[in-house]
């Protein structure tokens, strides 16, 4: 993995340009294609909390493009010790390790959308109508139509008997995914911004029985890429900014 020599920069707001391209990607997790080599990564992902809070332990960062269906993440995540094992869709998938993309379309701090998934490629998607902290409720039950993901693993997966290196992952969202408030989102012209966040949850794992088990008694930490300021990334407005460019 290619980590070394990002800058490690404050907690400010974070701001990235997503390229539009001609050719569907595609999505087998590798992030190899000539296209994702000509776009930028983020910044390197920050504790949730900001600069109060230890760098993280391991380096987590990712990219963003765009054409007339869908929109494309990538994510690349240093991880010595690969473990899933949730492996049905809608499950909590935030239990275990994971990433995690938070969409806003029209930016009002409503409507907006959730992707969560593992290093199994298992996933978990929700809309809510507005946050938790306003009464908001999840709707887990909807689903992303169309949705296409992967991930491809540098390591082996659920065996500690060795280092591994990490995951790397690709998702191609739909925009008729984006089918819920008020202004619908349709694919973005350029200039157009929408307010996203990602975020990525890691356990404290022991090795118990040959096994991993998350460790008794110790909190998960939070990883994003746009500094929230609080453990809470339902709270819209202090997420980052994606303009779409041509």
Do not use: C
């Amino acid at each position: 993995m290619i980590l070394a020599g990002i800058s490690w920069s404050g907690d400010e707001r974070q701001s990235y340009d997503a390229k539009k391209i001609r050719k569907l990607l595609k999505i087998d997790g590798k992030i190899d294609e000539k296209e994702w080599r000509r776009v930028s990564w983020t910044q390197e992902f920050r504790d949730i909390e900001g600069g109060q809070r230890p760098k993280p332990r391991y380096a987590t960062r990712a990219k963003m493009m765009w054409d007339d269906e869908y929109l494309y993440v990538a994510a690349e995540l240093e991880e010595p010790d690969l473990w899933a094992s949730y492996d049905r869709h809608d499950m909590v998938i935030f239990h275990e390790n994971d990433f995690e993309v938070f969409l806003d379309p029209d930016g009002d701090g409503l409507h907006y959308f959730e992707f969560e998934m593992n290093a199994l490629n298992t996933g978990w998607d929700l809309y809510l109508a507005k946050p938790y902290k306003d009464g908001g409720k999840a709707e887990d039950d909807w689903e992303m139509p169309g949705l296409k993901t992967a991930v491809h693993l540098m390591g082996t997966l659920n065996d500690p008997r060795d280092r591994d290196r990490g995951w790397t992952l690709e998702m191609a969202i739909p925009w008729r995914a984006f089918d819920r408030g008020p202004r619908a989102a349709v694919p973005p012209k350029p200039g157009q911004q929408w307010r996203v966040n990602f975020s990525r949850v890691e356990w404290g794992l022991e090795v118990i029985g040959g096994k991993y088990r998350k460790k008794e008694n110790l909190k998960e930490d939070n990883w994003v890429w746009s500094v929230q300021g609080l453990i809470n990334m339902h709270v819209p407005e202090k997420w980052g900014q994606v303009r779409f460019v041509d």
